[in-house]
Every structure is written in structure tokens, then in C-alpha cells.
Nanobody
Framework: HVQLVESGGGSMQVGGSLRLSCVAS????????MGWFRQIPDKEREGVAG???????SYADSVKGRFTVTQDSAKNILYLQMHSLKPEDTATYYC??????????????WGQGTQVTVS
């Protein structure tokens, strides 16, 4: 299992930027698929951005062109750079890691989450 700790959330005005970080321990993140997910109360967790073990990335349509997911394998950190923030980006953001090919919603290890509020 991978232990994950997110940071970088906060309150931001519409149009602003934030960078979230997810520090991993227990294993090397390059061996896993990694991703950022978000959740608001009474809604299911949704995928925002993901990066596979080969470095390929994917994004939810709602964040394409605004968010960028990267990882620093040497430091074992996953990042989410967010630009042009909108009120609908308000959510708790979670970092997840899972064996590629598995279902992250049932098989991922999760961090504790970091709150992002855009107003």
C-alpha cells in the first residue's frame, strides 16, 4: 500500500490558480497509476486527472486546458496545477494510487483530502 498526504488547498477567487501536492510513501509512485479526484457533499467522487505508469495523462472534460497533472518520481510527489479556477471546482480533492488496470474507485489508496474553495 501507498500512504498519501495531500496539501495545497485553500480559498481562491474565480480565475485564480492553485497547486496541489500529494506526497507518497511506502512505495514508488512510478509503479502505479496515480490521479486526482474530487468530491462534494452528497455526490460521488469523480476523477479529475490521472497519470499512468508510462507517463500518459488524462483529464475530465471539465478541467481540460485548465489543470495539469505531473509527478516527480525522484521526490515521490504528485502535483495538480490548477488555473482559471471556477466556483464549480470547489470540492475536497483526493490523491489516489492504484495498480494500473484496476478500478481506482474500489482499489485505490487515498489521502485524507484537501479542500479547495473558489468564490
Amino acid at each position: 500500500h501507498v500512504q498519501l498526504v495531500e496539501s495545497g488547498g485553500g480559498s481562491m477567487q474565480v480565475g485564480g490558480s492553485l497547486r496541489l501536492s500529494c506526497v507518497a510513501s511506502g512505495d514508488t509512485i512510478g509503479r502505479y497509476c496515480m490521479g486526482w479526484f474530487r468530491q462534494i457533499p452528497d455526490k460521488e467522487r469523480e476523477g479529475v486527472a490521472g497519470i499512468e505508469s508510462d507517463g500518459s495523462t488524462s483529464y475530465a472534460d471539465s478541467v481540460k486546458g485548465r489543470f495539469t497533472v505531473t509527478q516527480d518520481s525522484a521526490k515521490n510527489i504528485l502535483y495538480l496545477q490548477m488555473h482559471s479556477l471556477k466556483p464549480e471546482d470547489t470540492a475536497t480533492y483526493y490523491c489516489g494510487s492504484w495498480r494500473c488496470g484496476m478500478n481506482p474507485y474500489s482499489d485505490a489508496d487515498w489521502g485524507q483530502g484537501t479542500q479547495v474553495t473558489v468564490s
